[in-house]
């Protein structure tokens, strides 16, 4: 009589587990499949051109050239400027949110700088179109003949461009970086900075020190905001120009990966040109996988120093010194 | 000169080395910290009430008596580092050598050069040993390698470190025991000089033999350096210091020599603090 | 040796005012352009706001009174299937990783969540694409809700997980020494207990998704039209400011803004709804 009800709770139970890890499994086989059907349906693509296809920078599907060097080229170039852009000012922003700031403006700062990641993309695209092309514009056609004659700089100046595409993506990325900078300096132990004020240290030498504790974590929130840049498509889309070409200059139209999935594959006409597309997204999808779990790495590894705080009130650097 | 004379010179010589640092007050220490009507305050709850003392210079005094009773926070003040902390308000006079530290437009780098800190938990910079002792002199402008080189010596045998890290400066200070870990920290701090050094209880995270290292260590050091060592252990404070100052709820209580103090106290409270019937 | 220490401190303390100056000027720097959106939105997007625009169809250039009544329903169709598909799956994903964390399955699972999460959206059009529209030959308001539901099921499983891991021990202990089986004290008392958290998260969530459009490029494509089937290509906000912002009509760029205002003020209203369902459930769930 004991047995059968605890029985029943049993199957109960396995029945409960089985259940949900059937979700779990889904989930699974989800990521897995995404992997999978893009492998799949880039084949004839794979198949024909091989490696040849990211080497080729010619891309004209009407003839039939499928070169997509442009793409990778594009995608790394807007992504790297836009880094080189933003990282110095999220930085900025997390040293100044987690250790200059009064403490009234605080928490609305926080609230601004984390309502910047949920401005959706095609906004910032509308205003990257209205405001941003034409000071860019502006700007190109105010660079002396002499800066032209440099690569960086030539080209006729349409606003739309390299450029252009890298200020809008490092305004997006801002916010990843520097909310996960924030945490990574919040996690360096108090006592790391009291021991460089204690010497005699200047305000800006106890956060090098604090930064240079966490150079690890901030390299992750770094690759964090490389990983979202690369796979950012709307608003890249409408101000890069679209032009598949391998230029290095700022003021060139270019093209990349997630925008030209996104401007051509309803047109795709041919399963040659789908599949080119489709395996333009499978590069996409291997490259943002691996640089966001090198990020993860990277700002876990600082986690794991973590010290437990004191119950004294934490100390915020005055204004002394 | 009598026959005697040649054992009265050994026997005054005897007695010379013989006079023990804690008997009775200290009339030739010229005075380093005057502290005077301190109170300091975290916002509305103030945490010490009206301290008046000096410091001696080159001995050892010790802050003595129960958690939360304003030692630490005293010390603290002492090189301005209640700064960092937004609610912290000091009242009253701090005075290092005649200079008011707390006076308007002083330069507060240069108090924290010249009074030193080692804290409760060892803190190394996650930098190799020699970068972390002569970080206070890097900073400061500092940059021949030379200079560096013999500072970091110097600092190491001041800590008594330089024998046993000599030759692996360059690894990192946190591959160190917790107790060398705390000589650097000690080493770093005397790289730059200090005229006092500051010790918020440095050997409670230490084990007893790490402990009595660093024991020996302050008894050296007090040569060179004023200091003041707040600690929780009684013995601790009975064996390395000179001067004692015995705080309760913020107060002090007691302040004399170290011998006075512990044998025969003039308050009651004292009394029971150090026979242990509280704290 | 003293004097040359002031000369270098002052340089010092120069150094670390400009720093400080900087790090500030960077924060004024990166909500520029926030003020600058909401200033276009504000200046362009509402005074192009009208009834009309709340009730009518697209208009081809020149008409006026265009509006966009057909994809803000669309918008809504879209996000509903999205939470049909990544609500359940999400929540059920959530539970086995908070009652069974150690096993592979779970670490696999949450592996799999961080990985989901950081995949492009464009590319899980691909997917939605192969899998939803392919087969059938058509573009289809049930292709882009799956896309969007696959983007938010991470959302959904990270956000659910953390409130389940707040939920207090004895909670769960309780029920099972009461004698239930694990499905029934997860159903009747743990998940309750977190609800108000949980509903947050799907509302937060769904807020996110609505301002995608990458997935829907082509699965739920764009429909000039009124429609509402689920088996035809639907209109969607997103898509449709993105048509009209990379035309060249004047009035279009005025219809755009007016469907960003729009977009925005209803992804206000989600958070404000949010916070205050939470805080209701919560007055509920307080004995």
Redesign the interface.
Known sequence: MSER?SRT?AR??L???L??????????L??I??GV??AD?SWLSIDKFGLGFWRGTTWDPVAGEFGAFPFIWGTLYSSLLALVIST??????A???SE?SP?VLKQP?IF??E??A??????????A???LVPLVRRLEVLCPEWLRRVPLFSGPPLGVGMLAAGLVLA?MV??FI?SVAREILKAV?V???????????????A?R?AL??GRTGIMGAVMLGL?RA?????AVT?VIGNNPQVSLSLFAPQYTM?AV??NE??EAAGDLYRDA??EI?LV??TI??VI??LS?LLIWSVSDQRVPRRV??K??????? | MSSDAPAAAEAGIRIKTEVKPTSGPVPDASVAIEIQGVGIAYGDNQVVHDVTMDIPEQRVTAFIGPSGCGKSTLLRCLNRMNDLIDSARVMGKIRVKGQDIYAPGTDVIDIRRRIGMVFQKSNPFPKSIFENVVYGLRIVGVRDRATLDEACERSLRGAALWEEVRDRLKDSALSLSGGQQQRVCIARAIAVEPEILLMDEPCSALDPIATVKIEELIYALKEKYTIVIVTHNLQQAARVSDRTAFFWLGRLVEYGSTSDVFTKPREKLTEDYITGRFG | MAIQITAHDRRRKVLSRLVEVACAGSVMLALAPLALVLYFVLSQGLPALSLAFFTNMPKPVGEPGGGMANAMIGTLILLGLAGALAVPVGIACAVYLAEYPKRRLAQAATFAADILNGVPSIVIGIFAYVIAVLPFRRFSALAGGFALGVMMIPIVVRTTEELLALVPPSLREGALALGATRGRATWSVILPAALPGIVTGVLVALARVAGETAPLLFTSFNNQFWSVRLDKPIASLTVQIFTYAIAPYEDWHRQAWAGASVLIGAMLVFSVLARTVTRRLERMHRP
């Open positions: 009800p709770a109960g139970d029945g409960f587990r259940g949900t890890g059937a979700f779990a499994a889904f989930l699974c989800l990521v499949g995404i059907i893009l349906q110095p000012i999220a930085l900025g922003i040293v100044f949110l200059l403490p700062l601004l700088t309502l910047l949920a401005v959706p993309s095609i906004v910032y695209g509308l205003w179109i209205y405001a305004v801002i916010p520097a132990p006592t790391q900075r009291e021991a460089a004020y204690a010497l005699g240290a200047t305000r800006w030498e956060i020190m240079y504790y990983g690369l796979g950012e498509t709307m409408m997630a999935i996104a594959f309803t597309l489709v997204g996409l999808f943002t996988i966001n779990i993860q004294v009130p100390p915020k650097p005055a204004l002394a010194a």
